[in-house]
């Protein structure tokens, strides 16, 4: 099954969902599990990604739909998609999948989204082995730094792996916190990239509920023991990138430390969980809401694979845009619907809103009226957004 058109030529590429079969099944750790896609050669070329995106899942589960986010965990390599899933704590996709998921399962997947991806872009697109020459010549002596949390290491191992392949000078450290060494995912690939790279890989990992040798590296990342590894352990002056990704507390923590220190925001990558608002855990799959009769509501215009859409929201629902559009249309793209993934980006071109919450746009997308849907509602009697733009 294929959902949606082509994504239109220029910007980024337009989500779609198609229906991909579980080749591949590993154990991580007691709660986790690398789930690999086989993507199709007809399919293959949307599939491409960089170090650093993730997809969407989207599986009928008990009689519900449910779409969750995850990173892509692998280096890219064609016909081929990777992900890591943890199991939460009555989360129904995450214990569906490492409980009950088999090989030869179908699962509708959405091609690669996000950005958070580096900015140096040292390797070619979907081949790790394949440089970018010129880039690399420039960034030959890049030194990146990540923290991460949890499965917060998805996208940092497709992105550590492809930077210390591309060049043989550049670095990488990374912070990785979990409660214990049981905890660690892809503890054997850490290892392999530490005894393959000794001089320009170094792992810290910081154990919250296990005593280790470095009170340093025991207990939970605090401020206090934040800025004692930003001063000891980390080269802040000496880091051209950094990439953040687990619970919001601890990026929210990182992102404010190094603001302070002087590093400039367009460095800081940072992909979260959650927001850490629990109000609205399940998301959105457009609730129902019915238009005013008499007359006050907004309306809200869209353009989604080149066709328009019309839909009357009653002012006083406080309904987003996302949900609106879903009462119309159920193949308008979203994942997360917290504010954290991207996929319900639009661009506004007619009519005033306000977002509430923002983590995943670039400022010069918010600034050029680019918006993510699932958190924005208007404040004009009528407005305008286009999917595809």
């Known amino acids: 099954m294929t959902e949606t058109t082509d994504a239109p030529t220029g910007g980024k590429?337009?989500?779609?969902?198609?229906?991909l079969e579980v080749t591949g099944l590993r154990k991580l750790t007691s709660d986790s599990v690398e789930v690999t896609f086989t993507v199709p050669e007809e399919?293959?070329?949307d599939y491409d990604y960089v170090?650093?995106?993730?997809?969407a899942l989207r599986k009928e589960i008990d009689g519900s739909e449910l779409r969750r986010s995850y990173s892509i965990c692998a280096?890219?390599?064609r016909g081929e998609v990777r992900v890591a899933i943890k199991k939460d704590l009555g989360g129904k996709f995450s214990t569906w999948a490492n409980e009950v998921l088999?090989?030869?399962?179908?699962?509708?997947?959405?091609?690669?989204?996000g950005a958070f991806t580096s900015r140096t872009h040292i390797t070619s697109m979907n081949n790790a082995e394949e440089l970018a020459a010129e880039k690399v010549a420039e960034n030959r002596n890049t030194h990146l730094v990540a923290f991460a949390a949890g499965s917060g290491i998805t996208p940092i191992m497709s992105i550590a792996k492809a930077v210390l392949s591309a060049s043989d000078s550049s670095r990488f450290d990374l912070v990785f916190a979990n409660r214990s060494a049981m905890d660690v995912m892809f503890a054997e690939e850490i290892g392999d990239l530490k005894d393959k790279y000794p001089a320009r890989f170094t792992v810290h990992h910081v154990l919250s509920r296990e005593q280790r040798v470095s009170p340093l590296l025991s207990g939970r990342i605090d401020a206090e023991k934040l800025?004692?590894?930003?001063?000891?352990v980390i080269d802040v002056d000496g880091t051209d990138e950094w990439f953040l990704c687990g619970p919001f507390e601890l990026v929210q923590l990182v992102r404010d430390s190094l603001a302070k220190r002087g590093v400039a925001e367009d460095k800081v990558r940072f992909e979260l969980f959650t927001t850490g608002r629990p109000e609205n855990p399940e998301g959105q799959s457009g609730r129902v809401v019915e238009a005013d009769p008499s007359g006050d509501n907004f309306t809200i215009e869209f353009n989604l694979d080149g066709l328009s859409g019309k839909v009357e929201s009653p002012k006083s629902s406080h309904e987003t845009l996302l949900n609106a559009?879903?009462?119309v249309r159920a193949d308008v793209p979203f994942a997360c619907a917290g504010g954290v993934c991207g996929t319900c980006r639009a661009k506004v071109t007619d009519g005033t809103y306000e977002m509430d919450e923002n983590y995943a746009l670039e400022k010069d997308e918010v600034e050029n009226g680019y918006v993510l849907t699932c958190q924005t509602r208007p404040t004009s009697d009528s407005i305008t957004?286009?999917?595809d733009a």
Do not use: C, K
Not at 102 to 113: F, L, R
Not at 227 to 232: G, K, N, P
């Open 13 to 19: 590429r337009r989500a779609r969902f198609n229906t």
């Open 43 to 45: 399919l293959a070329d």
């Open 51 to 55: 170090p650093g995106q993730y997809v």
């Open 75 to 77: 280096v890219p390599r």
């Open 102 to 113: 088999e090989v030869g399962e179908q699962i509708d997947v959405m091609n690669p989204q």
């Open 227 to 232: 800025e004692t590894i930003l001063d000891r």
């Open 325 to 327: 559009a879903l009462r």
């Open 385 to 387: 957004v286009d999917y």
